[in-house]
């Protein structure tokens, strides 16, 4: 069974690293490389609530 939360494009997991260490920057949460399973729920929330909004940004942007 395929992970749920698998980058679709192999190439862009990369990229999608440096988005998401980029977004805990912003909300001020540090991450560790690899496993971060010790972060709060709040913690992790605030990440993916950064990256939802930057990505609805820049979809919103492409359509001006």
Sequence with gaps: ???SN???VPEA???MERFKQQSASEVGVSLK???NG???SRQ???I???MVK???????QGMK
């Design 54 to 60: 930057k990505m609805i940004e820049s979809y919103e």
């Design 38 to 40: 010790d972060l709060t």
């Design 33 to 35: 490389q690899g496993y």
């Design 1 to 3: 069974m395929k992970s």
């Design 48 to 50: 993916g609530g950064q």
């Design 13 to 15: 997991k990369e990229a």
């Design 6 to 8: 698998s980058v679709m």
């Design 44 to 46: 992790a929330g605030s």
